[in-house]
């Protein structure tokens, strides 16, 4: 994967030249080792502004693909994917309603 967009905090953002399963697994590695850990992204259209993201336990943080075929989505538990019938949203993950 060479490209990743990022919601974080209700906002866009976005990773180049990026592989998605390394991010993955230093947000995750992060989480595991209860600590936070500080990811560099881009913000903004046209010119984007680099940015520091804060990720760790607690902290709310969306990675989707661009570019290119999707990774395996197995979901946090290695579980494939429970599409909603009526939705085809993946249930097999728990989301987040609001920010604050």
Same mark, same amino acid.
Do not use: C
């Given at each position: ?10 906002? =866009?953002?976005? @990773? *180049? ?5 390394? %991010? ?9 080792? /209860? ?16 940015? =520091?993201?804060? @990720? *760790? ?5 969306? %990675? ?9 989505? /197995? ?26």
């Amino acid at each position: 994967m060479k490209r990743i967009s990022i919601v974080y905090a209700g906002r =866009e953002f976005s @990773v *180049g030249q990026e592989d998605f399963d390394r %991010l993955k697994d230093v947000i995750r590695a992060a989480h595991e080792a /209860g600590r936070t850990e500080w990811i560099t992204v881009n913000h903004g259209e046209g010119r984007p502004q680099p940015a =520091e993201l804060l @990720v *760790g336990p607690g902290i709310p943080i969306a %990675l989707i693909p661009i570019d290119g075929s999707s990774p395996d989505r /197995g979901g946090a538990s290695g579980r494939g994917a429970s599409p909603d019938a009526e939705t085809g949203a993946d249930t097999s993950v728990g989301g987040v309603d609001s920010l604050f």
